[in-house]
Protein backbone atom coordinates (compact mmCIF):
# COMPACT_ATOMS: atom_id res chain seq x y z
CA UNK A 1 0.00 0.00 0.00
CA UNK A 2 2.85 2.64 0.70
CA UNK A 3 4.62 1.49 -2.39
CA UNK A 4 1.69 2.44 -4.01
CA UNK A 5 0.86 6.06 -2.33
CA UNK A 6 4.40 6.79 -3.21
CA UNK A 7 3.94 5.97 -6.73
CA UNK A 8 1.06 7.73 -7.27
CA UNK A 9 2.40 10.79 -5.15
CA UNK A 10 5.48 10.91 -7.53
CA UNK A 11 3.17 10.41 -10.81
CA UNK A 12 1.45 13.25 -9.60
CA UNK A 13 3.97 15.48 -8.51
CA UNK A 14 5.79 14.87 -11.59
CA UNK A 15 2.75 16.08 -14.05
CA UNK A 16 2.02 19.09 -11.59
CA UNK A 17 6.00 20.55 -11.92
CA UNK A 18 5.59 19.75 -15.65
CA UNK A 19 2.02 21.97 -15.90
CA UNK A 20 3.45 24.77 -13.94
CA UNK A 21 6.59 24.80 -16.12
CA UNK A 22 4.75 24.31 -19.31
CA UNK A 23 2.41 27.83 -18.20
CA UNK A 24 4.68 29.85 -16.27
CA UNK A 25 8.10 29.65 -17.33
CA UNK A 26 8.35 31.04 -21.08
CA UNK A 27 10.86 29.74 -23.37
CA UNK A 28 11.87 32.75 -24.86
CA UNK A 29 14.94 34.37 -24.03
CA UNK A 30 14.07 37.35 -21.47
CA UNK A 31 16.64 39.43 -22.88
CA UNK A 32 14.65 39.79 -26.53
CA UNK A 33 11.69 40.11 -24.90
CA UNK A 34 12.13 43.17 -23.38
CA UNK A 35 13.56 44.54 -26.41
CA UNK A 36 11.10 43.59 -28.63
CA UNK A 37 8.56 45.45 -26.03
CA UNK A 38 10.81 48.72 -25.29
CA UNK A 39 11.13 48.48 -29.45
CA UNK A 40 7.83 48.34 -30.29
CA UNK A 41 8.44 45.48 -32.71
CA UNK A 42 5.28 43.52 -33.52
CA UNK A 43 3.41 45.32 -30.98
CA UNK A 44 0.03 43.75 -31.25
CA UNK A 45 1.84 40.16 -31.78
CA UNK A 46 3.69 40.69 -28.14
CA UNK A 47 0.55 41.97 -26.45
CA UNK A 48 -1.55 38.93 -27.54
CA UNK A 49 0.91 36.24 -26.64
CA UNK A 50 1.41 38.07 -23.19
CA UNK A 51 -2.93 37.15 -22.57
CA UNK A 52 -2.89 33.97 -24.46
CA UNK A 53 0.71 33.30 -21.71
CA UNK A 54 -0.89 34.35 -18.12
CA UNK A 55 -4.27 31.90 -17.91
CA UNK A 56 -6.31 32.67 -15.15
CA UNK A 57 -5.57 30.38 -12.31
CA UNK A 58 -4.73 29.80 -8.75
CA UNK A 59 -1.19 29.71 -9.19
CA UNK A 60 -1.19 32.64 -10.92
CA UNK A 61 -3.62 34.47 -7.91
CA UNK A 62 -1.21 32.83 -5.90
CA UNK A 63 1.84 34.45 -7.56
CA UNK A 64 0.35 38.13 -7.24
CA UNK A 65 0.10 37.62 -3.45
CA UNK A 66 3.46 36.34 -3.13
CA UNK A 67 4.98 39.36 -4.99
CA UNK A 68 2.46 42.00 -2.68
CA UNK A 69 2.66 40.81 0.81
CA UNK A 70 5.81 38.40 0.63
CA UNK A 71 8.03 40.02 -1.77
CA UNK A 72 9.22 43.46 -0.45
CA UNK A 73 10.73 46.06 -2.82
CA UNK A 74 14.37 45.10 -1.42
CA UNK A 75 14.21 41.80 -1.10
CA UNK A 76 12.24 41.51 -4.78
CA UNK A 77 15.07 43.52 -6.35
CA UNK A 78 18.07 41.24 -4.30
CA UNK A 79 15.97 38.28 -5.74
CA UNK A 80 15.97 39.40 -8.76
CA UNK A 81 19.50 40.67 -9.18
CA UNK A 82 20.89 36.67 -7.76
CA UNK A 83 18.30 34.99 -10.62
CA UNK A 84 19.54 37.02 -13.47
CA UNK A 85 23.23 36.31 -12.03
CA UNK A 86 22.25 32.34 -12.54
CA UNK A 87 20.89 33.40 -16.06
CA UNK A 88 17.65 31.68 -15.15
CA UNK A 89 14.38 32.37 -16.62
CA UNK A 90 12.47 32.83 -13.47
CA UNK A 91 10.68 35.73 -12.01
CA UNK A 92 11.15 36.43 -8.02
CA UNK A 93 7.59 35.15 -7.17
CA UNK A 94 8.12 32.30 -8.86
CA UNK A 95 11.35 30.91 -7.60
CA UNK A 96 9.41 32.05 -3.96
CA UNK A 97 6.47 29.83 -5.21
CA UNK A 98 8.53 26.73 -6.32
CA UNK A 99 10.59 26.90 -2.93
CA UNK A 100 7.23 26.71 -1.10
CA UNK A 101 6.23 23.72 -3.25
CA UNK A 102 9.52 21.64 -3.55
CA UNK A 103 9.79 22.25 0.25
CA UNK A 104 6.52 20.50 0.85
CA UNK A 105 7.37 17.82 -2.14
CA UNK A 106 10.43 16.37 -0.43
CA UNK A 107 8.93 16.99 3.14
CA UNK A 108 5.73 14.54 2.45
CA UNK A 109 8.48 12.19 0.18
CA UNK A 110 10.70 11.56 3.38
CA UNK A 111 7.78 10.89 5.22
CA UNK A 112 6.43 8.57 2.79
CA UNK A 113 9.75 6.52 2.27
CA UNK A 114 10.38 6.46 5.71
CA UNK A 115 6.95 6.13 7.34
CA UNK A 116 8.13 8.68 10.33
CA UNK A 117 6.89 12.20 10.83
CA UNK A 118 10.74 12.88 12.63
CA UNK A 119 11.64 12.71 8.62
CA UNK A 120 9.31 15.20 7.32
CA UNK A 121 10.71 18.29 9.13
CA UNK A 122 14.58 17.10 7.73
CA UNK A 123 13.25 17.34 4.05
CA UNK A 124 11.02 20.27 4.40
CA UNK A 125 14.34 22.06 5.49
CA UNK A 126 16.01 19.68 2.16
CA UNK A 127 13.34 20.81 -0.18
CA UNK A 128 13.57 24.50 1.19
CA UNK A 129 17.63 24.94 1.18
CA UNK A 130 17.49 22.90 -2.53
CA UNK A 131 16.50 25.94 -4.73
CA UNK A 132 18.87 28.34 -2.31
CA UNK A 133 21.99 25.72 -3.36
CA UNK A 134 20.78 25.28 -7.26
CA UNK A 135 20.38 29.08 -7.71
CA UNK A 136 23.97 29.73 -6.01
CA UNK A 137 25.35 26.37 -8.21
CA UNK A 138 23.90 27.95 -11.55
CA UNK A 139 25.51 31.87 -10.38
CA UNK A 140 29.41 30.31 -9.83
CA UNK A 141 28.70 28.08 -13.33
CA UNK A 142 27.97 31.32 -15.26
CA UNK A 143 30.36 33.68 -13.66
CA UNK A 144 32.54 30.74 -14.21
CA UNK A 145 32.08 30.02 -18.18
CA UNK A 146 32.10 34.45 -18.20
CA UNK A 147 35.58 34.48 -16.87
CA UNK A 148 37.14 31.62 -18.98
CA UNK A 149 35.99 33.93 -22.35
CA UNK A 150 36.55 37.02 -20.94
CA UNK A 151 40.27 36.83 -21.73
CA UNK A 152 38.93 36.28 -25.30
CA UNK A 153 36.20 38.77 -25.33
CA UNK A 154 38.98 41.75 -24.39
CA UNK A 155 41.22 40.36 -26.87
CA UNK A 156 38.30 41.27 -29.59
CA UNK A 157 38.00 44.56 -27.93
CA UNK A 158 41.22 45.53 -28.17
CA UNK A 159 41.90 44.17 -32.02
CA UNK A 160 38.47 46.35 -32.69
CA UNK A 161 40.06 49.22 -31.38
CA UNK A 162 43.26 49.09 -33.29
CA UNK A 163 41.34 48.40 -36.63
CA UNK A 164 39.60 51.72 -36.06
CA UNK A 165 36.17 50.79 -33.92
CA UNK A 166 34.96 53.07 -31.37
CA UNK A 167 34.45 51.28 -28.31
CA UNK A 168 30.71 50.82 -29.08
CA UNK A 169 31.32 49.27 -32.07
CA UNK A 170 34.05 47.06 -30.37
CA UNK A 171 31.54 45.61 -28.33
CA UNK A 172 29.13 45.20 -30.94
CA UNK A 173 31.66 42.51 -32.31
CA UNK A 174 31.92 41.36 -29.25
CA UNK A 175 28.43 40.07 -29.29
CA UNK A 176 27.75 39.06 -33.02
CA UNK A 177 31.66 36.46 -32.29
CA UNK A 178 30.92 35.43 -28.67
CA UNK A 179 29.21 32.76 -26.71
CA UNK A 180 26.90 32.56 -24.04
CA UNK A 181 26.79 34.26 -21.50
CA UNK A 182 29.06 36.58 -22.63
CA UNK A 183 27.20 37.50 -25.69
CA UNK A 184 23.96 38.12 -23.93
CA UNK A 185 25.54 40.60 -21.71
CA UNK A 186 27.17 42.53 -23.53
CA UNK A 187 24.06 42.63 -26.13
CA UNK A 188 22.35 44.07 -22.68
CA UNK A 189 24.65 46.77 -22.63
CA UNK A 190 24.78 47.52 -25.59
CA UNK A 191 20.55 47.79 -26.07
CA UNK A 192 21.30 49.97 -22.66
CA UNK A 193 23.45 52.30 -24.91
CA UNK A 194 20.96 52.26 -27.21
CA UNK A 195 18.21 53.77 -24.87
CA UNK A 196 20.25 56.45 -23.70
CA UNK A 197 22.35 55.06 -21.06
CA UNK A 198 25.93 56.25 -20.69
CA UNK A 199 28.89 54.09 -20.88
CA UNK A 200 29.98 54.33 -17.50
CA UNK A 201 26.58 53.33 -16.12
CA UNK A 202 26.30 50.33 -18.94
CA UNK A 203 29.61 48.72 -17.59
CA UNK A 204 28.57 49.42 -13.58
CA UNK A 205 25.92 47.21 -14.65
CA UNK A 206 27.15 44.81 -15.87
CA UNK A 207 29.31 44.04 -13.04
CA UNK A 208 26.57 43.94 -10.90
CA UNK A 209 24.76 41.40 -12.95
CA UNK A 210 28.17 39.38 -13.41
CA UNK A 211 31.02 39.94 -9.97
CA UNK A 212 34.30 39.17 -11.48
CA UNK A 213 36.84 40.85 -9.84
CA UNK A 214 38.73 40.40 -13.71
CA UNK A 215 35.42 42.35 -15.55
CA UNK A 216 36.11 44.78 -12.36
CA UNK A 217 39.91 44.80 -13.42
CA UNK A 218 38.48 45.64 -16.98
CA UNK A 219 35.84 48.08 -16.19
CA UNK A 220 37.76 50.26 -14.32
CA UNK A 221 40.67 50.42 -16.90
CA UNK A 222 37.94 51.64 -18.98
CA UNK A 223 36.34 54.16 -16.92
CA UNK A 224 40.22 55.75 -16.07
CA UNK A 225 40.74 55.48 -19.44
CA UNK A 226 37.82 57.72 -20.13
CA UNK A 227 38.89 59.94 -17.70
CA UNK A 228 42.33 60.61 -18.29
CA UNK A 229 43.02 59.62 -21.92
CA UNK A 230 45.74 57.39 -22.91
CA UNK A 231 46.09 54.11 -25.19
CA UNK A 232 43.31 52.04 -23.82
CA UNK A 233 44.19 48.97 -26.50
CA UNK A 234 48.25 49.20 -24.66
CA UNK A 235 46.19 49.12 -21.07
CA UNK A 236 43.67 46.04 -22.06
CA UNK A 237 46.77 44.23 -23.33
CA UNK A 238 48.47 44.41 -19.98
CA UNK A 239 44.97 43.35 -18.51
CA UNK A 240 44.31 40.33 -20.85
CA UNK A 241 48.08 38.99 -19.82
CA UNK A 242 47.06 39.44 -15.64
CA UNK A 243 43.83 37.38 -16.22
CA UNK A 244 45.46 34.33 -18.06
CA UNK A 245 48.09 34.75 -15.64
CA UNK A 246 45.51 34.94 -12.80
CA UNK A 247 43.52 31.81 -14.75
CA UNK A 248 46.87 29.66 -14.54
CA UNK A 249 47.43 29.89 -10.80
CA UNK A 250 43.78 29.36 -9.83
CA UNK A 251 43.82 26.17 -11.90
CA UNK A 252 47.05 24.89 -10.98
CA UNK A 253 45.76 26.36 -7.07
CA UNK A 254 42.53 23.94 -7.70
CA UNK A 255 44.50 20.74 -8.71
CA UNK A 256 46.37 20.80 -5.49
CA UNK A 257 43.78 21.62 -3.26
CA UNK A 258 41.43 18.83 -4.72
CA UNK A 259 42.09 16.25 -2.42
CA UNK A 260 41.61 18.74 0.76
CA UNK A 261 38.58 19.41 -0.73
CA UNK A 262 37.49 15.96 -1.17
CA UNK A 263 38.17 15.16 2.29
CA UNK A 264 35.70 18.01 3.16
CA UNK A 265 32.73 16.58 0.95
CA UNK A 266 33.44 12.91 3.08
CA UNK A 267 33.76 14.06 6.32
CA UNK A 268 30.08 16.25 5.48
CA UNK A 269 28.44 13.39 3.67
CA UNK A 270 29.44 10.26 4.94
CA UNK A 271 28.41 9.94 8.39
CA UNK A 272 24.78 11.10 6.75
CA UNK A 273 24.59 8.36 3.89
CA UNK A 274 25.45 5.83 6.25
CA UNK A 275 22.92 6.58 8.90
CA UNK A 276 20.39 6.91 6.00
CA UNK A 277 21.52 3.12 4.62
CA UNK A 278 21.50 1.55 8.23
CA UNK A 279 17.99 3.21 9.28
CA UNK A 280 16.85 1.33 5.39
CA UNK A 281 18.54 -1.67 6.30
CA UNK A 282 17.18 -2.04 10.32
CA UNK A 283 15.74 1.08 11.62
CA UNK A 284 15.52 -0.89 15.32
CA UNK A 285 19.30 -0.50 15.61
CA UNK A 286 19.77 2.90 14.53
CA UNK A 287 16.21 4.39 16.05
CA UNK A 288 17.92 4.20 19.39
CA UNK A 289 19.95 7.41 18.45
CA UNK A 290 16.70 9.50 18.01
CA UNK A 291 14.54 8.34 21.15
CA UNK A 292 17.57 8.23 23.60
CA UNK A 293 18.22 11.68 25.20
CA UNK A 294 22.61 10.44 25.29
CA UNK A 295 21.75 9.00 21.51
CA UNK A 296 19.91 12.84 20.53
CA UNK A 297 23.50 14.13 22.09
CA UNK A 298 25.47 11.99 20.31
CA UNK A 299 23.93 12.65 17.01
CA UNK A 300 23.91 16.83 17.82
CA UNK A 301 27.35 16.25 18.06
CA UNK A 302 27.98 14.81 15.58
CA UNK A 303 26.60 16.97 13.31
CA UNK A 304 27.96 19.93 14.92
CA UNK A 305 31.85 18.75 14.92
CA UNK A 306 31.19 17.73 11.14
CA UNK A 307 29.90 21.41 10.00
CA UNK A 308 33.22 22.87 11.82
CA UNK A 309 35.07 20.08 10.12
CA UNK A 310 33.43 20.89 6.62
CA UNK A 311 34.29 24.39 7.26
CA UNK A 312 37.52 24.57 8.23
CA UNK A 313 38.93 22.39 5.47
CA UNK A 314 36.70 24.73 3.09
CA UNK A 315 38.81 28.04 4.72
CA UNK A 316 42.23 26.25 4.18
CA UNK A 317 41.55 25.34 0.41
CA UNK A 318 39.88 28.00 -0.52
CA UNK A 319 42.95 30.20 -1.64
CA UNK A 320 42.40 33.46 -2.84
CA UNK A 321 44.51 34.82 -5.87
Do not use: C
Amino acid sequence: MISLLIIFFLLTSTLFFWYVFRIFIRPENKLQSRMKHYLSIEEEKVSQEKVAGKPISIIQVIKERIQKKVLTKEKNNRLELKIAQAGLPLKPEEYILFQWILTAFIGGLFYLIMANWIFFPVGSVIGFLLPKWYLRKKQRERITKFNEGLADMITTIVGSLRAGFSFPQALKSVAEEAASPIKEEIDYVIKEMQFGKGIEDALIDLHERMPSEDLDLMIQAILIQRQVGGNLATVLDKIIETIRDRTKIQRQITTLTAQGRLSGYVIAFLPVILGFLLYLIEPDYIGGLFRNPIGLGMVAAGVFSGVIGFILIKKITTIEV
